[in-house]
């Protein structure tokens, strides 16, 4: 059985209690520590930044020419945190409460009520670097609503709010480079991990320039590489977001929790063509003034994919806005999964909208004139505002809001939706499983930490909107602060091991000889070929909905993929020189592996939770249906060799939230 | 659509590089312009006569600012407030010949074909980009009310997304708009003052050494800004450093 290393005590003081007896590891040793992260989004670059500044000699990694393009800078709605500053209710509790429950009751509880309480220094840690939040007139901090909450804790900036917050870490990051503290690796790909005596020491890295392979030792390694999403092909994620230094870890000994774990974000650009690279979001904060519908009648909406009908000519009485008539408590602000499916069931009724019949509307024409064009009016003393009034007035607000949004979506379609209601269609956004980790985010390999969405930890089977950022920074900036103390105040006496110890030298054969074993099947398919056929499999069978038999005929398919990969892929160039292709085979390479894993997570785990839906089991009105007496537990996946693991368990007990059948009525 | 391409090609930084024609088939104006590159370099894979080209992109969403051709003479291409992923193919005709080449600067050297080093803009942050503040050290968010306005100018600044199509724009190769986002979003905001003075020595100390060129007021790099970030930064990233040089011991 899986220790996850919970503090005793009271929930609301177990992270207090910790903090103050944690063992610590005084200012003269930590010059002699040294400890690896990899990965520079939110949670690396905070991670680096913070345990540099208390002394320790760090070395940060990332595979982007420059640590600021970490994807975390593609977040565009908000950071959550608990401060109650619009007195509307909110609390540390209350975050708690939500998450847990957002996930679907499949989060461990003692992690996410640290993460809730530290969510409040995270806007201050961030004001004070200079992160520019949107304000209101008087100088303070501006909120909005996100979904699967009845308060505003959202706090951003237009829909930058990762760039910014990833741009005030980095700039601390940088700082500590600048003073020495962080030797800076970019266009560095971490290409497995070294462990000595059980523990981990360090890392085989291959610098992406020269192609040169690399031996770097740690005290401690730091994954916070972010999620897998990219299994699926067509994501959201950035084209270089990848599995490969959680999967490295793994095949080293490192659990996986809960793969099968996928948010599919309701609100992205519908895919356009064969030629689609990736998927864009468009932010869930749009949900606050967007509402989402299809046409009541199926000949309305064959009229509209005919290009037939403009949609804004539909009446109101003809229109069905389906997650308000379904959840009038939370309407269009269900969580992501619960909009995500809802919108699946219109379109495979026949209700889609686009060309493809998959896609629904996102509309923001009843807010701009009623909402903000009147509200404008009123300021203006305007008694008796046109309808061309309200829209102008209202055209404003919302551009003042979402306008970085808006142009988005027009580059991409070519359409003006200011003018037209948004098309929308859920994609792969987010991965909650990941390497798992115990309390102090400690891998099952020790010393090898995993970090932000690296790790599955926090957010159950289903994760809320603008709580990624708010993970990333808390695991970063205030939780592996403390809790790396506890592993390495029994390490201070353990010099640095040379890199010519016979398991750096046994990783780096290892990896070289996989990277020269790529190059030499010269075989007659690009990468992409490979990783597209993953990616349609993963999505029809592994994606919104599963079931058995799909899930079944998916690992099969997989493993001949896997095959025909390691017979028929074409990788140009050599090792030795800048070589994308290269560079890519190997993370697909990983990619087909997992993707197995997911297949096996998803069939193993008969009830539905969150992202994960099982057609064999929901309810009557076609929502998620748990089976707490058989999977309230992590499946936690051990490696013994490729298509061959062992299922562990960690049991979730939940001490202070009743579980329950969630409700979004 | 058939376009025609004119690319960069270069083995690596120390190779001659030269211009080499390619003819793209069958491009759908729905693709994005690297989309494009994409089915070009699928096909340059499968015949294997030639190497796939080499470029930098990531996020394709306009905002990690990895993505860094210079397409017919501009940085980012020809539409205004746009990424070189965010460009699509629907912003060229049929027939079309598009010349493509890296940014071109000496403190930018090319890696291969059309990807460069950027690294001097790391350089640049680390010498004075941020605000010295421990993790830990914060007051409460809200004990410190900015004014609206100011907030939004600092975001408007803190907005660049550090692509260098700037650099790339200048005739000088300056890097002043970039270096001066970073100097505007720090000295609008009040948790940026304590350092006001030694922020911009310093960081146009790095940025000269790193070999960009002079400002020279030409408007080239705020025009061809993928995120439009405004002159105005540059005009306060000179009052800021005579500012600092008059309060200076060092000079």
């Known amino acids: 059985m899986l220790d996850s290393k919970i503090p005793q005590g009271p929930i609301e003081s177990k992270w207090t209690k910790y903090k103050s007896t944690v063992p610590l590891v005084n200012p003269a040793n930590k010059r002699s520590l040294e400890i690896i992260v990899v990965g520079t989004g939110l949670a690396g670059a905070s991670a680096a930044a913070t345990l540099a500044e208390l002394g320790y000699k760090v070395k940060a990694f990332c595979f982007q020419d420059s640590p600021r393009r970490a994807h975390s800078i593609a977040a565009q709605g908000g950071i959550n945190a608990a401060k109650n500053y619009q007195n509307d209710g909110d609390s540390v509790y209350r975050l708690f409460y939500d998450t847990i429950k957002g996930g679907d009751y499949r989060a461990r509880e003692a992690n996410v009520h640290r993460l809730a309480e530290v969510s409040g220094n995270i806007i201050d840690q961030s004001v004070a670097s200079g992160v520019p939040f949107a304000r209101e007139y008087g100088g303070l901090l501006s909120n909005r609503s996100f979904g699967g909450t009845q308060v505003q804790r959202t706090f951003y900036a237009a829909g930058q709010t990762g760039q910014q917050l990833l741009l005030g870490a980095y700039s601390g990051l940088q700082r500590q480079v600048g003073l020495g503290n962080v030797r800076l690796y970019s266009r560095h ?12 020491r360090g890392i085989i890295a291959r610098d992406l320039v020269s192609g040169k392979l690399e031996r770097h030792f740690g005290h401690a390694v730091l994954l916070c590489t972010g999620g897998y999403g990219n299994v699926f092909f067509l994501s959201t994620n950035a084209m270089g977001s990848n599995v490969t230094a959680a999967w490295k870890a793994h095949k080293k000994g490192a659990f996986f929790g809960n793969p099968c774990y996928t ?30 519908w299809v046409p009541k009648r199926k000949e309305d909406a064959a009229a509209i994919r005919e290009g037939k009908l403009n949609p804004n000519d539909l009446k109101e009485e003809d229109r069905d806005y389906y997650l308000e008539r379904r959840y009038p408590a939370f309407g269009n602000l269900v969580p992501r999964d619960v909009a995500s499916r809802a919108a699946k069931e219109r379109c495979d009724a026949g209700f889609g909208v686009n060309k493809t019949g998959e896609a629904v509307y996102l509309d923001f024409a009843f807010n701009m004139k009623y909402k903000y064009g009147k509200q404008v009016a009123t300021l203006k003393h305007i008694t008796d505002p046109t309808e061309e009034q309200l829209t102008a007035f209202g055209h404003e607000v919302i551009k003042e809001k979402y306008g970085n949004l808006f142009d988005m979506y027009k580059q991409i379609t070519g359409v003006d939706p200011y003018k037209n209601p948004m098309m929308i269609y859920p994609a792969v956004h987010y991965t909650m499983g990941g390497l798992w980790v115990d309390y102090n985010l400690m891998t099952t390999v020790p010393g090898l930490y995993a970090l932000g969405e690296a790790n599955f930890s926090d957010h159950g089977a289903n994760r809320l909107g603008a709580s990624a950022l708010m993970q990333g920074l808390a695991d970063g900036y205030f939780v592996i602060p403390y809790t790396i103390g506890a592993y390495l105040a029994n390490e201070i006496s353990v010099k640095p091991i040379s ?22 099947i010269k075989g007659t398919k690009p990468v992409d070929y490979f990783h597209k056929r993953l990616g349609k499999i993963m999505w029809d069978k592994c994606g919104m909905a599963r079931n058995v038999e799909g899930l079944t005929w998916a690992i099969s398919e997989i493993q001949k993929i896997r095959e025909e990969f390691w017979k028929d892929v074409r990788v140009p160039g050599d090792a030795n020189e800048f070589n994308p292709e290269l560079e890519k085979a190997g993370r697909v390479a990983d990619f087909i592996e997992l993707g197995e894993l997911m297949c096996k997570d998803a069939l193993e785990r008969n009830e539905s939770c969150g ?41 979730l007990v939940y001490e202070n939230i009743k579980i329950a059948q969630r409700s979004y009525k | 659509m058939n376009i025609n391409l004119k690319v960069w090609r270069q083995k690596n930084g120390k190779s001659q590089g030269k211009l080499v024609d390619y003819k793209v088939e069958g491009v759908s104006p729905d693709m994005s312009f690297l989309e494009m590159f994409d089915v070009l370099n699928d096909r340059l894979v499968s015949e294997g006569k030639d190497e796939p080209i080499a470029f930098d992109h990531d996020c394709r969403e306009g905002i990690c600012g990895m993505c860094s051709m210079y397409i017919n003479g501009r940085p980012h291409g020809p539409n205004q407030g746009v990424t070189t992923c965010q460009l699509h193919m629907r912003s060229f005709k049929d027939g079309d010949t598009i010349v493509v080449e890296p940014w071109r600067a000496a403190a930018f050297p090319v890696i291969k074909d059309l990807a460069v080093d950027r690294s001097a803009f790391d350089r640049i942050i680390a010498s004075g980009g941020f605000i010295s503040v421990n993790t830990g050290n914060a007051q409460d968010a809200n004990s410190l009310p900015i004014a609206k306005d100011n907030a939004d100018e600092a975001f408007a600044a803190a907005a660049c997304i550090g692509c260098g199509a700037c650099v790339a724009a200048c005739k000088n190769s300056s890097s002043m708009l970039f270096v ?40 080239a790099c705020s025009a061809e800004c993928p995120k439009e970030i405004s002159l105005t930064n540059i005009a306060r990233l000179n009052r800021e450093y005579f500012a600092a040089q008059l309060g200076s011991d060092r000079s």
Request: hydrophobic share 35%.
């Open chain 1, 263 to 292: 948010q599919i974000h309701p609100t992205c650009i519908p895919v356009s063509g064969d030629h689609q690279s990736k998927l864009t979001l468009m932010s869930e904060s749009l949900r606050n003034d967007g509402r989402i």
């Open chain 1, 611 to 651: 992202g994960h839906f099982r057609e064999d089991y929901q309810t009557e009105e076609g929502e998620a249906l748990r089976d707490d007496e058989n999977f309230k537990h992590v499946a936690a996946w051990q490696f013994n060799e490729v298509g061959n693991w062992t299922l562990n368990k960690e049991d």
């Open chain 1, 189 to 200: 790909e971490m290409l497995d991990v070294v462990n000595i005596d059980g523990k981990c």
């Open chain 1, 499 to 520: 890199t010519d110890h016979e398991a750096f030298v046994k990783a780096e054969n290892e990896v070289s000889d996989r990277l020269n074993k790529l190059l030499a």
């Open chain 2, 180 to 219: 001066s986002a970073k100097v505007s979003q720090l000295a609008l905001l009040p948790q940026g003052d304590p350092e006001r003075n030694t922020r911009v020595l310093n960081m146009v100390a790095q940025m000269d050494s790193e070999g960009f060129g002079a400002c020279t007021n030409t408007g």
